[in-house]
């Protein structure tokens, strides 16, 4: 269940960095993941068992921001289609 807080995360923000720049993308996504990795830990009690969660988190929450801008870029051209 602990481990659910940060895919949450790192869903939510891949779908937030989706909408951004492209030229933005790559500095914001990774430094953001960071944050939001070491904020699910210390949110999870995690730190207080062992640093090796931040490990374990670091992938979780990078690899769900990648599957959310890759659902957003895939979405996008949809939705524009609609609207037009």
Not at 10 to 27: E, N
Not at 40 to 47: I, P, Y
Not at 50 to 62: E, F
Not at 74 to 82: D, G
Request: with cysteine; aromatic share 8%; net charge positive.
């Amino acid at each position: 269940m602990q481990e659910l807080f940060p895919l949450a995360r790192g869903l939510l923000l891949g779908v937030t960095i989706g909408f951004v720049r492209p030229t933005l993308q790559l500095p914001i996504g990774p430094t953001l993941a960071i944050v939001l990795e070491l904020h699910a830990t210390v949110v999870t009690r995690e730190f207080k068992t062992g640093r090796g969660y931040l490990l374990v988190d670091i992938p979780l929450v990078a690899s769900a921001t990648v599957i959310g801008c890759l659902f957003v870029r895939h979405l996008r051209p949809a939705i524009w289609r609609s609207h037009q």
